[in-house]
Nanobody
């Protein structure tokens, strides 16, 4: 079992930045790809970014490409999502997820989820 706890969300003005963190515990981090997803009010949860367990490969949804960076520190069992040039449409609850194996963009492929952290971007 893997437990995930997100932090770093908050209220920020458009154009600002946030760094989200996701701390994992419960078992080894080795072999787990990590993803970030977000859910805006009234919308489905959508893929944002993912990273392989070694950190050698990343992928992003087009809407955040160039504005977001996913990274991880396996020594700390933590994955990060740096978001810059934030827009009101980035508003939502951001979830961290883990899966054993390769990167996936399909949320159904992730076995473990955190409780989420709220990000609100004001215009």
């Amino acid at each position: 079992q893997v437990q995930l706890v997100e932090s770093g969300g908050g209220l920020v003005q458009a154009g600002g930045s946030l760094r989200l963190s996701c701390a994992a515990s419960g078992r080894t981090f080795i072999g787990y790809a990590m993803g970030w997803f977000r859910q805006a009010p009234g919308k489905e949860r959508e893929f944002v970014a993912a990273i392989t367990w070694r950190g050698s490969s990343t992928t992003y949804v087009d809407a955040v490409t160039g504005r977001a960076t996913i990274s991880r520190d396996n020594a700390k069992n933590t994955v990060y999502l740096q978001m810059n040039s934030l827009k009101p449409e980035d508003t939502g609850v951001y979830y961290c997820a883990a899966r054993l194996g390769i990167i996936e963009v399909d949320r159904a492929k992730y076995a473990y989820w955190g409780q989420g952290t709220q990000v609100t971007v004001s215009s």
